[in-house]
């Protein structure tokens, strides 16, 4: 581990801390909610002194700094007091083979488990198994894996990941959602919604509940919209292909919006029937935008919220439905939930993200 007095002053206070924070793949993640985890981490350290690198790589890329390193003898790697990543794939394992042998206290982010990747792309579920193994391995290289949620840590120890895990909320960014409302008419005109809208945010997948979202819309006469890409082609399961294809009358599938905000104005009604979650956090962006939320009953989220005070839980369809009809009958409910709700989202503000990660740093070093 590196020496205390070099990275922190008296008190723990920062002083030349330079942490990688890095996200593997990240042009193919910036749409996901791991993408805007990691958005969040550094805009909450943008607020520190720490300083943030986000590629370990001395040339900006893994090809280059190793034809750097094998033409000319140049370091492959940055340098960095702290590494922090937030994917699983080979760069990352470099960076934590890196970290070990240069005595660099090395942080995993846990945006992955074997539960939440079923019943996403196509063979998802039989890639899982695997999966589950080769996430032990990894995570139990860190010095400390941090992860969404209590639910989350429990997950990984079950494997069991042979590290430190600490639970730390993703955040959420409320500023950035400045201004939703103003695009309310825009989007609502633009994909012709209109009354109580019911809706989800994300990318279309099985396990976010999408069978139960189209089940619903059929059930009711209410308009139902998922704000969010999906895949069409040979990587979508079929359960997706079958639904974004021929959705029922008042589903609307907008596929990628430019401004975020659009849906969270367009939208009345946060429906999320996900069958697993590390957090979620549309969740909290709907919640920030106080807007009613509607979840499904699962772990993280009896941990977080409190079902009649900041949002509905139900079990099954039939209470999903109950809870759309209550909704619709009493706009005073929809406003008490909101209003709770926007409370709860700020006990998630990225300042408190901040706080937590210099902790983290703090005791590594």
């Not at 846990?110 to 695997?130: I, Q, Y």
């Not at 992860?147 to 955040?171: H, Q």
């Not at 069409?232 to 292909?241: D, H, I, R």
């Not at 009613?292 to 039939?318: K, M, N, Q, T, W």
Request: hydrophobic content about 40%; some cysteine.
């Amino acid at each position: 581990m590196c020496e205390v007095g070099r990275i922190f002053g008296q008190a723990g206070v920062p002083r030349d801390v330079r942490v990688l924070n890095y996200l593997e793949l990240a042009d193919h993640l910036d749409r996901s909610g791991i993408g805007t985890a990691v958005d969040h981490q550094r805009a909450a350290l943008s607020e520190t002194d720490i300083t943030v690198e986000t590629t370990p790589w001395q040339e900006g890329h893994p090809a280059w700094a190793l034809g750097g390193n094998i033409a000319f003898d140049d370091p492959v790697f940055r340098e960095f007091d702290i590494a922090h990543c937030n994917m699983i794939g080979p760069g990352s394992v470099a960076v934590a083979r890196y970290a070990e042998h240069a005595d660099i206290p090395l942080v995993l982010h846990a945006h992955v488990t074997r539960e939440d990747f079923r019943d996403s792309f196509r063979g998802s579920n039989l890639v899982a198994p695997a999966l589950g193994q080769y996430l032990r391995w990894f995570y139990s290289q860190a010095d400390m894996v941090l992860c969404p949620s209590e639910y989350t840590k429990d997950i990984l120890e079950s494997y069991p990941v042979d590290a430190p895990i600490r639970p730390m909320t993703n955040g959420v960014d409320i500023d950035a959602l400045d201004g939703f409302e103003d695009l309310r008419e825009d989007y609502r005109n633009r994909y012709d919604l209109d009354g109580m809208v019911v809706f989800a945010v994300g990318n279309v997948f099985e396990r976010k509940g999408l069978t139960t979202f189209c089940e619903l819309a059929q059930q009711t006469d209410y308009d139902f919209a998922w704000f969010g890409p999906y895949d069409a082609g040979p990587q979508a399961s079929k359960t997706v292909s079958r639904w974004v294809n021929d959705p029922p009358e008042n589903v609307t599938f907008t596929g990628w919006i430019e401004d975020i905000r659009g849906a969270f104005g367009a939208g009345d009604v946060y429906l999320f029937p996900t069958k697993a979650e590390n957090q979620g956090i549309a969740v909290l962006e709907a919640m920030a935008c106080g807007k009613a939320v509607v979840l499904s009953d699962i772990p993280v989220f009896r941990e977080y919220y409190e079902d009649g005070h900041d949002c509905l839980i139900c079990e099954d369809e039939a209470e999903f439905r109950e809870a759309l009809e209550r909704l619709a009958d009493n706009p005073d409910l929809r406003e008490r939930l909101g209003e709770n709700a926007k409370e709860t989202a700020r006990e998630h503000s990225l300042d408190r993200v901040g706080r937590r990660l210099v902790e983290t740093y703090e005791e590594l070093a």
